[in-house]
């Protein structure tokens, strides 16, 4: 299963009187998002399924993406990327995809949570891993014995041409 990773654009600052899953994009996050989909259909990179936490700011970024990829399927928004949920329940329903067969999926979230799945994936530290705002990563895993994964490439938004 191919699974890419993609970290929630630029928000609202967390110190505004905002309930955390209500802060929206700021301009700077949605241009941020824009250019990722720029290097997406440059780079003839299309998902096969997105899936986004249900809070504002991821839904906003897979929205953007979807609307300015040709081709790209509508996000489906899932509780098991919100904020609050542990590396352990993702990589469950990363493997109950694989189990259906999924191929290719993006998911569209948070850190920490973001960085401790993929540390996991690859059997590192998780202080080793850090994911930047608006940036993919993207992993070749397996789910049949024990969840590991390969690093294929990652790219943070700011490097993207």
């Known amino acids: 299963m191919f699974i890419t990773f993609l970290r929630h654009a630029t928000a609202e600052d967390r110190k505004l009187a905002i309930p955390d899953a209500e802060r929206a994009l700021t301009d700077k996050g949605e241009k941020q998002v824009k250019r990722v989909a720029a290097f997406c259909q440059a780079n003839q990179l299309l998902p096969g399924v997105i899936f986004s936490s249900a809070l504002l700011r991821a839904q906003q970024t897979a929205k953007v993406l979807q609307s300015n990829l040709p081709d790209c399927p509508l996000p489906q928004i899932v509780t098991w990327l919100n904020t609050d949920s542990s590396p352990e329940i993702i990589i469950a329903e990363l493997a109950l995809l694989d189990n259906q067969g999924v191929d290719d999926v993006w998911l569209?979230?948070?850190?920490?949570?973001?960085?401790?799945?993929?540390?996991?994936?690859?059997?590192?530290?998780?202080?080793?891993?850090?994911?930047?705002?608006?940036?993919?990563?993207?992993?070749?895993?397996?789910?049949?014995?024990?969840?590991?994964?390969?690093?294929?490439?990652?790219?943070?938004?700011?490097?993207?041409?």
Do not use: R, Y
């Open 108 to 161: 569209v979230g948070h850190e920490p949570a973001f960085s401790s799945v993929i540390a996991q994936l690859l059997h590192a530290d998780d202080g080793n891993i850090i994911v930047k705002k608006a940036s993919l990563t993207h992993l070749e895993a397996d789910f049949v014995i024990q969840p590991n994964a390969k690093l294929l490439w990652s790219l943070p938004c700011g490097l993207m041409p």
